[in-house]
């Protein structure tokens, strides 16, 4: 199953974005899931995970910022993304944490920029 992440769109400094990504099985598999991007030029990287308990994890650099969550009877994971920097335009994709068990989707584009 390829993973279709979507939400993003083009937001000011200080802006919030919410996006979201349907991960069918997820919640019967018990899951831990999370978001990841991918800026130009950068590795893709994991900024926020949530496990199948409810328990979550950021990277430093979304602390406070971010805060993902899941709806286990959709079987979708958001993350609700505020306070908006530069530094976040990136390439959004969700997929399982530690084993990938989906197929990488195209992910979502968030470009913050005035």
């Known amino acids: 199953v390829q993973l279709q992440a979507s939400g993003g769109g083009l937001v000011q400094p200080g802006g919030s974005l919410r996006l979201s990504c349907a991960a069918p099985g997820s919640t019967s598999n018990s899951y831990d899931m999370g978001w990841y991007r991918q800026a130009p030029g950068n590795k893709r990287e994991l900024v926020a995970g949530?496990?199948?308990?409810?328990?979550?994890l950021y990277d430093d650099s979304v602390k406070g910022r971010f805060t993902i969550s899941r709806d286990s009877a959709k079987d979708t994971v958001y993350p609700q993304m505020n306070s908006l920097k530069p530094e976040d335009t990136a390439v959004y994709y969700c997929?399982?944490?530690?084993?990938?068990?989906?197929?990488w989707g195209k992910g979502t584009l968030v470009t913050v920029s005035s």
């Open positions: 997929n399982t944490v530690n084993v990938l068990m989906y197929y």
């Open positions: 949530i496990s199948s308990s409810g328990s979550t």
